[in-house]
């Protein structure tokens, strides 16, 4: 690959990368809305779409028609995909730097503050006067938990106040390093160094890679 697609390739995802080394290293456990994560995995493989995908089928058409501004409209539709995907998924909050056991005694404190006849049935646990119900699943690797809707008739305003109670209980909880995100900060960070490099060794060829990419 030139290195005008690497870098554009690697950049978004070392970035991605990046942030989530640093949210699994630091000692404070971090929620997140299900969208937002979605949105933010979706910029970080954005790079790797529009290298892959958007000009291995890029339409020649409208490349003749519309010139470099067919890339706009490729960006565009990428970027429609996404919302879409945001709003069609089930309501979720990923809980980084917490597994499973440690979560579930936090979210029954939560559970019971706001909403006095929730209900638990082994991982699940049913909100009724907030129309929420959930489960806990648990992502061994990077010591992080979600809790995903159970079901699809779900309510958004139940799920804001729980995200935000759980953004509250969790500001006071301090938690054990984890290593593996030292592990993912070294890796993007050699991928921005290899990217920048590959760029840096040869400008003229990244400039007429650039122009083979916007068909100039």
Known sequence: MDPFRLSLALAPLACYLLALGIINYSRRATVVAGPRDTLALGLALSGLVIVGPMELFMPLSATAFFGPLVWWLL??????????????ERPRLVIYNLDGDAVRPLLASIAAQIDPDARWAGD?????????????????????AVLLANGDEQNVAGWRTLHGAMRRQLASVDVERNLKGLSLISFSVLAMLYALYSAARDPAAVAQNLAQLLRL
């Not at 699940?124 to 992080?144: F, H, N, Y």
Request: proline share 6%; aromatic share 8%; charged share 15%.
């Open 75 to 88: 960006l565009a539709f990428y970027g429609l995909c996404l919302l879409f995907l945001m709003l069609m």
């Open 124 to 144: 699940s646990v049913a909100l009724p006067s907030l129309g929420v119900q959930l489960r806990i699943e648990e992502t061994r690797p990077m010591k992080s």
